[in-house]
């Protein structure tokens, strides 16, 4: 199983300010098909894992532009340019280039 | 635009099977596999498996094999997962997944 690993675990961060979180994978999440199959989540409490940011860096209708990703690979970051209130809950990244499809530990970001 | 909608929360003994349904819109319903997708309390993601909507074919996580069965409806568009021999360790929310879009989940509790 390709194993993702989160950095960090937990981010509290000021309104207004950057935040930045890892994702790295133990294989290679670029395909054949020349796309990358990893993915960015959000959960906030009490609800289902809402899709951010697909195939490493596109990001899905109606998601703010503050929420950008990066990276190839096996190496990937989320960026949120500007943290908001409503931009706290847990984020995961995932990938799905191979059964079975595997998910970070989940990134816990809170504002201050 | 993805729209999923799944069936309501389940309370079953120790032993008993369960059979949750996702109901997708008929203009995606064939577009892409459905995956399921299940997470305990307090627990990161946990993969189950997928179902492929056109021929109905199916993969398993290991630790699912010969106690899960995806299954779909086509003429209502709407697919299926059943868990069988249910312990305690089953309880968590369930969600299906179809095109990176998760479902609002199904609670299943399993307690005697």
């Known amino acids: 199983d390709i194993v993702m690993t989160q950095t960090p675990l937990s981010l509290s961060v000021t309104p207004g300010q950057p935040a930045s979180i890892s994702c790295k994978s133990s294989?290679?999440?670029?395909?054949?098909?020349?796309?990358?199959?990893l993915y960015w989540y959000l959960q906030k409490p009490g609800q289902p894992p809402q899709l951010l940011i697909y195939e490493v860096s596109k990001r899905f209708s109606g998601v703010p532009d503050r929420f950008s990703g990066s990276g190839s690979g096996t190496d990937f970051t989320l960026k949120i340019s500007r943290v908001e209130a409503e931009d706290v809950g847990v984020y995961y990244c995932m990938q799905s280039i191979q059964v079975p499809w595997t998910f970070g530990q989940g990134t816990k970001v809170e504002t201050k | 635009q993805v729209h999923l909608v799944q069936s309501g929360a389940e309370v079953k003994k120790p032993g008993a099977s369960v059979k949750v349904s996702c109901k997708a819109s008929?203009?995606?319903?064939?577009?892409?596999?459905f995956n399921w997708v299940r997470q305990a309390t307090g627990q990161g993601p946990e993969w189950m498996g997928y179902?492929?909507?056109?021929?109905?074919?199916?993969g398993y996580a290991q630790r699912f094999q010969g106690r899960v069965t995806m299954t779909r409806d086509t003429s209502i568009s709407t697919a299926y997962m059943e868990l069988s021999s249910l312990t305690s360790e089953d309880t968590a929310i369930y969600y299906c997944v179809h095109m990176a879009i998760w479902g609002q989940g199904t609670m299943v509790t399993v307690s005697s």
């Open positions: 294989q290679s999440l670029l395909y054949s098909d020349g796309k990358t199959y």
């Open positions: 008929a203009s995606t319903f064939s577009s892409s596999d």
């Open positions: 179902m492929t909507p056109h021929s109905g074919s199916t």
